[in-house]
């Protein structure tokens, strides 16, 4: 009697799982086709090897150093490789890809958020699914396989059961694979270049008089961690600290070199948020930037 | 444990091949088997609460067996008494105990008067409304002398802490439940299929249709003051699916794990938004409260045996205790009276009864169908909205027809991908419900073909990376 219910729940999950599985494979692959999430666009978009830097980082690099600006102004090749949300463990990972995609770059401009460079990341970020095409990747394998939270061992687990990542992240990667079959160039909140800006939300013209200290640490062990990387192909690391409003970032490292430009704007029109510039801001921080960045570069 | 949980699909197979491989040659071993497997089920939850359903347990057993043997009228009622006081006092301690003080403290403030309020923390033991009713029914039906009482805790146990039904339902009477704990269960792969089927039908309605419609519904109900009267009112149609999707998904894979197990649960929805009058709807929501509220409320006040005075506050009694038995909050109280306002036309005309026969839809009947559907709409309001104020000025929102600034299902394109994902979902929840109301049948037909349609939309229109509990495990 039992061997009737098992083959029908087995003919069921067979069949359900196996076309879930080939449709999820579909889904990855499609993904890894187009230039919607930050990693397939380097692979897809961007045919140049040599770069003079590479911006890695979070939404405040996304947002805060714009490539086009520095580049147009001191006549560099760079590409911004920052992801949203990301942490600094989702940096490294992105610095791996790049270098596995045999690119080069001169300098690694370090933008994440201030607090990034003391937190400590026990999980993955919530969008390193971005990443889920390249799972079969040794180093991308790695990276979630660290991981013990549910969302990290579904993505690892994705190498053999592509379902588990395109399922538990449907929304973010099933739907813009099936998306991408129209569209394959549609980039998913970057230019051609990386970058993304926010928008000028009120025009309040107000000046910041006064910054309040940040200190920093660097006890986030995936700084030295992506300084060795960094090391180990003769790129050299910068780290970089964005605007933010009303506060000026303070450290005494010397283990790292740093841009410091955390109270360079001293106006809130500059700002989209406490931590995020606007159009306006990231247009002055990116010209700072580009100054300063000129004279390491001689 | 949930349901939709990684645990629960690890912890399932494993009873499963326990119950019908190691345990199957003996009934007092599979018993003993559902028993420990359904502690373990509720004290992944908190163990904590273990020690209420065991005392529940104990209390009811030994009051059933004393009735049993006493013959004394008077002794009889004291044993019935004191399970109602035990098993009430412990709901009433633990789901009520702050409302109580607080609506007290409330009452006097009306007169101007200023009391110091002293709560208590208290948390709400998962299933304790569900539980704590259905081990009522078990002493209430022994005192009736409807049934016997059982000789044997063990099963007694199991019928109060059955895993699938323990913590949201459906409640099961003893007498139709607790024989089967008696009996020898012996598997049947056509009645199992059809649990599995269930179960997949189940998690269908409560990962896709009831998730992805609250994802809409938590931003409208929580920032109401700022959406459009048609976001509102959207808002609310959306909640009445996700509760539906919520609750019913929960009843669906409660019976189809009990199938599997090789036990019959009563159905607990019978396609309630295809109702054409309330007292329709009442007949197919929720059927095992409403026929426990029927059976053990309504016809002890006198049913429909009295004036029709009497006839209006019984109803009124049995709707309003119904909607506080939802929750320690006066909004659930008023949506318990509006049903009683909305089914009190039926009464007094005596069309309550009309579509008892006749469960197949025609086009005229669209709508009737249409407008039972709202006002059950406009009434869930009360039952998701914080607070009685707040609901009444949802509905104030909606009647003001203001145009607002929020496009809350088209603003971005994560949101349109929601609003389709919801459109097509619950298109597709009606449309299975439409086929099985016209072939008469009493639940969802699956077949192996559309089951692995089901699997697949599951798979890629659920909502897994922020599932919601189950809403009526707060009850």
């Known amino acids: ?298 | 444990m949930l349901f939709n949980s990684i645990d629960f699909a690890v912890f399932l197979p494993i009873v499963f091949v326990l119950y019908w491989f190691v345990t199957k040659r003996s009934l007092s071993l599979q018993n003993v088997l559902i028993v420990c497997a359904s502690y373990l089920f509720y004290a992944w939850w908190d163990y904590r609460f273990l020690a209420l359903i065991a005392l529940s347990t104990l209390v009811d057993f030994i009051v059933a067996r004393q009735l049993q043997k006493e013959t004394v009228l008077k002794r009889r009622k004291v044993l019935l008494f004191v399970s109602l006081v035990f098993n009430l006092g412990m709901l009433a301690f633990f789901k009520y105990f702050n409302f109580f003080i607080e609506s007290w403290v409330d009452a006097w403030q009306l007169f101007g008067i200023e009391m110091q309020t002293a709560t208590l923390k208290i948390i709400l033991p998962v299933g304790i409304s569900f539980y704590t009713f259905q081990t009522l029914s078990y002493t209430i039906d022994v005192y009736r002398k409807k049934i016997d009482a059982t000789n044997s805790f063990m099963q007694f146990a199991a019928f109060v802490s059955f895993f699938p039904q323990l913590v949201a339902g459906p409640i099961e009477r003893a007498s139709h439940l607790l024989p089967q704990f008696q009996t020898k269960r012996v598997f049947n792969s056509e009645f199992a299929i059809s649990g599995f089927y269930l179960i997949i039908w189940g998690l269908f309605k409560k990962v896709v249709v009831a998730d992805n419609c609250a994802y809409f519904v938590n931003q409208i109900f929580d920032g109401y003051g700022s959406y459009s009267s048609m976001e509102l009112f959207l808002g609310a149609i959306l909640f009445a699916f996700q509760i539906y999707g919520d609750f019913s998904g929960y009843s669906d894979i409660a019976i189809g794990v009990s199938r599997l197990f090789g036990f019959d649960l009563k159905t607990n929805f019978s396609f309630p938004y295809f109702s054409r009058d309330i007292a329709e709807f009442w007949r197919r929501w929720h059927i095992s409260l409403s026929t426990w509220f029927r059976d053990y409320l309504y016809i002890p006040l006198g049913g429909s045996r009295g004036s029709t005075w009497q006839n209006i506050r019984n109803v009124f009694i049995v709707f309003l205790v119904s909607g506080f038995w939802h929750g320690a909050n006066w909004s659930f109280v008023v949506w318990g009276g509006i049903h009683a306002v909305l089914f009190l036309p039926l009464l007094l005309l005596q069309s309550n009864r009309k579509h008892i026969a006749s469960t197949k839809l025609s086009l005229q009947q669209v709508p009737m169908l249409v407008l039972t559907f709202v006002v059950v709409t406009m009434a869930w309001i009360f039952f998701r909205a914080d607070s009685v104020r707040i609901g009444y000025q949802y509905i104030l929102d909606i009647a003001s027809f203001n145009s607002g600034a929020t496009q809350v299902f088209y603003k971005t394109s994560k949101t349109i991908l929601f609003t389709a994902i919801v459109v097509v979902s619950i298109g597709i929840l009606l449309l299975f419900e439409f086929l099985a109301i016209q072939k008469d049948k009493k639940e969802v037909e699956l077949n192996r073909y559309t089951a692995i349609v089901i699997v697949i939309l599951i798979c890629f229109m659920g909502v897994f990376k922020n599932p919601s509990t189950f809403i009526y495990f707060q009850f």
């Open chain 1, 1 to 298: 009697m039992m061997q009737l219910f098992f083959k029908r729940i087995g003919f069921i999950l067979l069949l359900g799982i196996g076309i879930t599985m080939l449709v999820s494979a579909g889904s990855l692959w499609l993904l890894r086709q187009s230039s919607f999430y930050k990693p397939s666009f380097l692979v897809h978009d961007i045919p140049e090897k040599d770069f003079d830097y590479i911006v890695l980082g979070a939404s405040t690099g996304l947002t805060t150093l714009n490539t086009t600006v520095i580049d147009s102004v001191i006549q560099t090749k760079g590409i911004n490789l920052s992801m949203d949300d990301t942490a600094l463990s989702s940096q490294y990972l992105m610095l791996e890809h790049f270098l596995a995609q045999g690119k080069r770059a001169k300098f690694c401009i370090l933008a994440p958020s201030a607090a990034s460079f003391d937190a400590n990341d026990p999980d993955i970020s919530d969008n390193d699914y971005r990443f889920l095409p390249y799972v079969n990747e040794a180093y991308v394998f790695q990276y979630f396989k660290q991981y013990t939270s549910t969302r990290a061992k579904l993505i690892s687990n994705s190498k053999w059961l592509p379902m588990l990542g395109v399922s538990y992240f449907n929304v973010e990667v099933f739907y813009p694979s099936l998306f991408t079959i129209i569209q394959p160039k549609k980039r998913n909140r970057f230019d051609a270049k990386g970058n993304y800006t926010y928008p000028i939300k009120n025009n309040k013209d107000a000046a910041i008089s006064e910054f309040k200290a940040f200190p920093v640490s660097f006890s986030n062990h995936y700084v030295a961690k992506i300084k060795a990387l960094c090391m180990a192909n003769n790129i050299e690391l910068i780290c970089y600290f964005s605007p933010i409003k009303g506060k000026k970032v303070s450290t005494e490292t010397t283990s790292f070199s740093i841009i410091n430009h955390s109270d360079v704007l001293k106006n809130e029109a500059y700002f989209y948020d406490e931590i995020h510039v606007n159009t306006r801001g990231r247009e002055i921080a990116s010209t700072h930037f580009a100054n300063v960045f000129q004279t390491l570069l001689k």
